[in-house]
Antibody, heavy 118, light 108 residues
Framework: EVQLVESGGGLVQPGGSLRLSCAAS????????MSWVRQAPGKGPEWVAN????????NYVDSVKGRFTISRDNAKNLLHLQMNSLRADDTAVYYC???????????WGQGTLVTVSS | QSALTQPASVSGSPGQSITISCTGT?????????VSWYQQHPGKAPKLMIY???NRPSGVSNRFSGSKSGNTASLTISGLRAEDEADYYC????????FGGGTKLTVL
């Protein structure tokens, strides 16, 4: 059974940092692109970043470029999102998702809430 | 404002059929056949229901179907059931993924 379990969310002040992690199991993690997708309260999902199987190809939504860094550890089946210079509009539930490509996210974690507020 | 436009809400009675539209542009929905639909119950993660316009992942009921015409994609749910009540989001492939703003389905 495919499982994705996020951790690392919480309350942080504007300008602060957080590191999210996603533990994957039930599939060969190193064979898949992975994405981070966020959802602000009451809004639709927003794709944030993705990474290919070996980390050689990375993409970000414009609003997080230079502030967020996606990474993965294939030996430990982990996906990470380092978030720096956080802003109020980064407040959202952050999901990791298996990225099949072509807007097809076939498995999602349960999400972790990030709240940016003073 | 979301890049893809969906009606805020739709409703139907058990057993009926409903259709949710998703309107984009020639740069996204109209550009390729990579439209997906997601179902989200309150407090839960989105679940993939349709991919590549009309394909269902294994385990998704055949009551769910998708189609596309021009810049508008559609999700149809037939034989409505109480458990179909949820938010539905469309997504279209572009160089960066784009989602719709969501449609709340109410089963009367």
């Amino acid at each position: 059974e495919v499982q994705l379990v996020e951790s690392g969310g919480g309350l942080v002040q504007p300008g602060g940092s957080l590191r999210l992690s996603c533990a994957a199991s039930g599939f060969t993690f190193s064979n898949y692109w992975m994405s981070w997708v966020r959802q602000a309260p009451g809004k639709g999902p927003e794709w944030v970043a993705n990474m290919n199987q070996d980390g050689s190809e990375i993409n970000y939504v414009d609003s997080v470029k230079g502030r967020f860094t996606i990474s993965r550890d294939n030996a430990k089946n982990l996906l990470h999102l380092q978030m720096n210079s956080l802003r109020a509009d980064d407040t959202a539930v952050y999901y990791c998702a298996r990225d099949f490509g072509w807007s097809r996210y076939d498995y999602w974690g349960q999400g972790t809430l990030v709240t940016v507020s003073s | 404002q979301s890049a893809l436009t969906q009606p805020a809400s739709v409703s139907g009675s058990p057993g009926q059929s409903i259709t949710i539209s998703c309107t984009g542009t020639s740069s996204d929905v109209g550009d390729n056949n990579h439209v997906s639909w997601y179902q989200q119950h309150p407090g839960k993660a989105p679940k993939l229901m349709i991919y590549d316009v009309s394909n269902r992942p294994s385990g998704v009921s055949n009551r769910f179907s998708g189609s596309k015409s021009g810049n508008t994609a559609s999700l149809t749910i037939s034989g409505l059931r109480a458990e179909d009540e949820a938010d539905y989001y469309c997504s279209s492939y572009t160089s960066k993924g784009v989602f719709g703003g969501g449609t709340k389905l109410t089963v009367l």
